[in-house]
């Protein structure tokens, strides 16, 4: 299947529930891509334009990377033409007075090199942890992670969680495909975006250096 140019994989492992394992998806993106750089990212997100660009700031100054980055919660259900850059503009100006900003273990991208997660755990997708396993095993493998907060909005469209006989988040953490995702996640650290090595400012790849990103790496090397 096709649309706008794009490939629809529908042949992916899944579990016993019939969900599709993440280790499945990343692993056909990058036998499928010709590319070095790979994105994995939930469909619940909508992109700014500068997204390719800022990927390009990050493949220009490092060999191996993850580029992550907050997202930003919105409560919008109406459809978006993109093609229309009336109707963006309008999304945008709606979104900027009007998002959230998530906490840090919320990660919705992830921008990689091939290569970089050729083993993965069978982590059921929509069903937490994987996220934050995904970074700790960029940073055991000593990439370089790199927080693009400051310079993507990446919007987070608000929803509920009422499929597949689910009545609310709390039933979701506490099913046993969730379960099984935290049996898989193992002493794997739970990592989150203040656990980037590096951030992106005014389009410069820069060290996290401020006292409270310096705090927060003191208090990691404790544990």
Known sequence: MKYLNDV?????????????LVSSIIQKGQKIGGGDIFCFINCDIILPKNFIE????CTNKCKKFLMIGHRHDLDWNKPIDF????????????????????????????????????????FSIGRFRYDNWLVWKA???????????????????????????FSGE????????AL???????????????????????KEI?????KKEKQWYLYRLRR
């Not at 629809?8 to 599709?20: E, H, L, M």
């Not at 100006?93 to 900003?101: Q, S």
């Open 8 to 20: 629809i994989i529908a042949d992916v492992k899944k579990n016993s529930f019939g969900t599709p």
């Open 54 to 57: 800022v990927i390009k700031i």
């Open 83 to 122: 093609s229309k850059d009336n109707e963006v503009k309008k999304f945008w100006e709606y979104a900027t007075t009007n998002w959230k900003k998530h906490g840090p273990w919320g990660i919705d991208y992830f921008v990689f090199n091939r290569g970089l997660y050729n083993s993965i755990p069978d």
């Open 139 to 165: 940073r055991r493998g000593n990439s370089t992670v790199i927080d693009a907060s400051n310079d993507i909005i990446a919007i987070h469209q608000n929803h509920g969680y009422n499929t597949k006989n």
């Open 170 to 177: 709390s039933s979701v953490r506490n099913s046993p495909e």
């Open 180 to 202: 099984e995702n935290l049996r898989l996640f193992g002493n794997a650290w739970n990592f989150g975006i203040h656990d980037s090595t590096m951030k992106i400012e005014n």
């Open 206 to 210: 820069v060290k996290k250096n401020s």
